[in-house]
Antibody, heavy 123, light 110 residues
């Protein structure tokens, strides 16, 4: 069955960087797009980034554009989220999610989700 | 600020039907398909319906999605206590080139 396990979260100071990882199993990783979605404490879901199955397309929310970078390593079946210049507004649970299809823009559908990794940005 | 608007709350009694609305625009719901997610307290979201009205395997047929113009709806029939959760609509937005979620609706079974 599909399994997504996030890691790399923690408490960091404002202005610093953090890299999240999401290890995938139970499906053909190289055939599907992958998303990152976050949820601030007590708030709603906010989509963060998407990478297509072949890495050829990347999309970002305006709130993270230029600071966050999504990448994937098909040899490790892992997707990453490099987060730079972190601020308190980035404090959230970060979920990775598999796309139902290849992840090329319109028609994307995050279907399976991991349990999340918590990022707290605080001085 | 989400581009998809949902009512903050909805409620119903066991066995009855609850409908949640999701209002968007021509750049998202008006031109792309809609998905609905259920988030039980303390857990990750779960895909309930996709492509407007398709249910993934394992999702009970009590849950049904629909779309009309720039709005969408999720109906929950035969309401059960385990349906108490937060529900989110979502769609791709062509102007933002981003996937957007609705503001979320908390469903309470009274």
């Amino acid at each position: 069955q599909v399994q997504l396990v996030e890691s790399g979260g923690g408490v960091v100071q404002p202005g610093t960087s953090l890299r999240l990882s999401c290890a995938a199993s139970g499906f053909s990783f190289s055939s599907y797009g992958m998303h990152w979605v976050r949820q601030a404490p007590g708030k709603g879901l906010e989509w963060v980034a998407l990478m297509s199955y072949d890495g050829g397309n990347k999309y970002y929310a305006d709130s993270v554009e230029g600071r966050f970078t999504i990448s994937r390593d098909t040899s490790k079946d892992t997707v990453y989220l490099q987060m730079n210049s972190l601020s308190a507004e980035d404090t959230a649970m970060y979920y990775c999610a598999k796309d139902l299809r290849g992840g090329r823009g319109r028609g994307v559908i995050p279907d399976y989700w991991g349990q999340g990794t918590l990022v707290i940005v605080s001085s | 600020q989400s581009v998809l608007t949902q009512p903050p709350s909805a409620s119903g009694t066991p066995g009855h039907r609850v409908t949640i609305s999701c209002s968007g625009s021509s750049s998202n719901i008006g031109i792309n398909t809609v998905n609905w997610y259920q988030q039980l307290p303390g857990t990750a979201p779960k895909l309930l319906t996709h492509s407007n009205d398709q249910r993934p395997s394992g999702v009970p047929d009590r849950f049904s999605g629909s779309k009309s113009g720039t709005s969408a709806s999720l109906a929950i029939s035969g309401l059960q206590s385990e349906d108490e959760a937060e529900y989110y609509c979502a769609a791709w937005d062509d102007i933002l080139s981003a996937f957007v979620f609705g503001t979320g609706t908390k469903v309470t079974v009274v």
